[in-house]
């Protein structure tokens, strides 16, 4: 099939360029004619607070790209869209709903002459605009089919529009390290990624046990100044690291290896990368059972889990964890993409 995705992929950086990218080389690796249309400017600054591209890629990128996409130029969109028409399969990575009405721009220069796929990441947002679930629905109908990452993201679609949806797992998309782990307890936790309110770093702020360190490391979408304040409020200064703005992909395992476990005390998710980096980093996971955290972790083998929104509960399950530290790093075990990605894509296409 002539196949080509439409999203963000490097120098865009973040889970769903690189998800784009290995999209399109698990896709190309199956025989199919694959490009990517993407973005040379994708958010206006104050719809994107964090940094947007990068310099180094996080991955291997993919070579048949396009980067002629605008937020600017309405009128590449409908292009885009004419030139999509040739193709037999066109897929409009869907992250937020600020990208719908460049996707409308190209399926109106489409015009129904190609078969369409919106994938989408989160069918709405986790904190959430009153524009977002008519932006979202104006393009669920107007699509082919839907694919989501989970069921209950695909009942959120289901109710925005008749169109068919697919649900499929969502598939590893790492990079490979063969990083060695001294295997030394540092009594230090890791938080890491995009700090978001519905990411509960907060909560795992207040329920931090006496004697035990912390690192958060990751581009904050606001709220700096109140975490600092709360840290000073707990009496944490000095157990307590923030490295706020974006993390390398050279400095990942270093964050990693300083690391005893993985915190993820999510409020709210869909899908997350982040277990399985943990683990590919040879590092246990505490996490919520909210979205797919609890889909990857074999709780009390490789990871702890605990009820999202329980501070005490997230405390207890610290202090087990280091009752016997090395049981649980014991348990890890890398990740085999390969499965995974066989069963994305042939979900996908079925779709």
């Not at 721009?105 to 990441?121: E, S």
């Not at 030394?184 to 890491?192: C, D, E, G, M």
């Given at each position: 099939m002539r196949i080509a995705i439409v999203g963000p992929t490097f120098p865009y950086k973040g889970g769903g360029a690189q998800h784009t990218t290995e999209l399109a080389h698990r896709l190309a690796d199956l025989g199919h004619d694959v490009v990517i249309e993407s973005w040379k400017a994708q958010y206006p600054s104050f719809l994107y607070p964090g940094q947007q591209t990068i310099d180094a890629p996080e991955g291997t990128p993919y070579p048949r790209?396009?980067?002629?996409?605008?937020?600017?130029?309405?009128?590449?969109?409908?292009?885009?869209g004419r030139r999509l028409r040739s193709a037999d399969l066109v897929i409009l990575a869907v992250l937020s709903p600020v990208q719908v009405p460049a996707y409308l721009?190209?399926?109106?220069?489409?015009?129904?002459?190609?078969?369409?796929?919106?994938?989408?990441?989160n069918v709405l947002p986790h904190e959430r605009k009153p524009y977002d679930r008519p932006l979202m629905k104006a393009l669920l109908k107007r699509v082919d089919g839907v694919l989501t990452h989970s069921e209950q993201q695909a009942e959120l679609a289901r109710g925005l529009a008749a169109t068919p949806v697919s649900v499929a797992a969502m598939a590893p998309h790492l990079p490979s390290t063969?990083?060695?782990?001294?295997?030394?307890?540092?009594?230090?936790?890791?938080?890491?990624?995009?700090?978001?309110?519905?990411k509960g770093l907060d909560l795992l702020l207040r329920a931090l046990p006496e004697g035990i360190g912390l690192t958060v490391a990751g581009e904050f979408w606001g709220g700096l100044e109140e975490t600092e304040r709360l840290v000073r409020e707990l009496g944490l200064e000095g157990r307590v690291e923030l490295r706020p703005g974006y993390v390398a992909a050279e400095d990942v395992p270093g964050l990693f290896d300083r690391a005893d476990a993985l915190v993820l005390p999510y409020r709210n998710a869909t899908a997350s990368q982040n277990v399985w980096l943990g683990h590919e980093h040879g590092v246990p996971v505490i996490a919520t059972r909210v979205g797919a955290l609890a889909d990857h972790i074999t709780d009390g083998v490789d990871g702890l889990l605990v009820e999202p929104g329980d501070v005490p509960a997230l405390r207890k399950a610290i202090e087990r964890f280091y009752e016997d530290p090395e049981a649980l790093a014991s348990g890890v075990r890398s990740v085999d993409p390969a499965p995974f990605w066989a069963a994305y894509t042939t979900a996908l296409l079925d779709a």
């Open positions: 790209t396009l980067r002629r996409l605008d937020w600017r130029r309405p009128d590449g969109w409908v292009g885009c721009g190209i399926l109106y220069g489409i015009a129904g002459r190609t078969k369409t796929i919106a994938l989408c990441h063969s990083h060695q782990r001294s295997g030394q307890v540092h009594r230090n936790l890791l938080f890491f990624g995009i700090v978001r309110p519905y």
